[in-house]
């Protein structure tokens, strides 16, 4: 293959690529541990954060998946890792299931404003307390922006939507954590495949979880490689990366 260069690292996504909430993906177990026979390392990067690293750890695993807490990096974590650097003590828009990966944070009298995906909390009454917040100075951090996710009955919005309306109410710029940011190989062509590119990585988008026909387009350039899914993406690597 002309141009082939050695590849080290294999970063992959979970939602919608592994799994699609309970349900694996078809052959998705089996790819993962013929990958993990290669001599290349494998780490796993989502924006989940409907839940704590160790509930997504107990859902993997009941799936059958084999991996370890150490392996997966979560836009949950990423935003821990600023909070404390920059001694913000947050509002936290996030599902109740998520807080256990921010236990030891400070949060009485918050200063700065973290979103994630939380339905339960996305209500005029609380969006308008972080509206006022931001107005007053505080900082907007959005663990990420995605437009919408799969989940076992359709399509869904992902928290994309409202951090984009609080930038535009408030006339500020959210910091953005998670993915795009540098994450690579998944089913999200904007925020995964194209952050991943961005990066000098090699994209490889699976039209599974919430891929839509013609996904592959709406980047540039576009991805190293469009198929089916995880299984046929690690025999891609296998044979013509590795």
Known sequence: MAGRRALKAVLIDLSGTLHVEDMAVPGAQEALNRLRQASVAVKFVTNTTKESKRNLLERLQHLNFDLQENEIFTSLSAARSLLE???????????????????????????????GLAPDHFNYQTLNKAFRMIVDGAPLIAIH??????RKDGLALGPG?????????????????????????????RDDV???QNAGMLGILVRTGKYREGDENKISPPPHLTCDSFPDAVEHILQNLL
Do not use: W
């Open 85 to 115: 650097q920059k001694q913000h003590r947050p509002l936290l828009l996030v599902e109740d299931s998520a807080l256990e990966d921010f236990t030891g944070i400070d949060t009485s009298e918050p200063n700065a404003v973290v979103i």
């Open 145 to 150: 922006k995605a437009r919408y996710y799969r």
């Open 161 to 189: 939507p409202f951090v984009t309306g609080l930038e535009y109410a408030t006339d500020c710029r959210a910091t953005v954590v998670g993915k795009p940011e540098k994450t690579f190989f998944a089913q999200d062509a």
């Open 194 to 196: 194209g952050g991943a």
